[in-house]
């Protein structure tokens, strides 16, 4: 980010997604269902156009302006795009199978996970730039101090998975969003004057371990 912008952080896919594709073709074995199964393409096709043209659109927005011709085509060419794919699942092979929604349990876990994402991740990019500014953090220095709960969603996520078969997924759903909005609150503490393990830790520490409850 220093060097390069905000932009290079994108790069960071490059050697990731390449590790991931080298390890998975050599470890984990190629498996088909008993039936075959139509891929929509439309669908995949309309709902990737649709969420570019509004990622542009809200991107470059405030660089040449809202009423920018490209950038009002690109949004209208999104919104309409994501209208086509709801249209367009109807046919054969859909994407999502819209029917599992009628089961409350799966509408509300995810209606759940849509807000507490869409928080999160607004909560990050506010922190990162916050810190920035008002403590003098590096870029290098924003990122790690966020780090430990990406740390805490690696190491146990898989062990609250393990407690949800057990007990059922409500409580630690609540647990979860109970956990997280603590964490979202104590970040809300600090003053001119911060101490990071004193004052901003333990709220990054109870998002992570919110966010290993309800993932």
Known sequence: VQKYGWQGIYFLNIPIGSIA????SRFVHESRGSRDVRVNRLSAFLIATGLSGISYGLIR??????????????????VASLLLF?????????????SMFRRPIVLGANLMTFFLYF???S??????VHVQQMYDFTPWESGLSILPASLLVTLFAKRAGAISDRIGPRTPLIVG?????????????PGMEMSYAREMLPGILLV???????V
């Not at 594709?21 to 998975?24: A, K, M």
């Not at 709801?86 to 819209?98: D, K, Q, T």
């Not at 909560?123 to 990162?128: A, E, G, S």
Request: hydrophobic share 60%; no cysteine.
């Open 86 to 98: 709801v249209l367009s699942e109807r046919r054969p092979g859909p994407l999502v199978a819209w």
């Open 177 to 189: 969003s109970l956990g997280t909005s603590l964490g979202f609150v104590l970040l809300l503490i």
């Open 123 to 128: 909560m990050y990019v506010f922190l990162i």
């Open 21 to 24: 594709l080298i390890i998975t």
């Open 61 to 78: 927005g405030p660089q040449v302006g809202w009423a920018s011709a490209d950038l009002v085509l690109g949004i209208v060419g999104g």
């Open 119 to 121: 928080t999160l991740n």
């Open 208 to 214: 992570g371990f919110g966010m290993v409850m309800f």
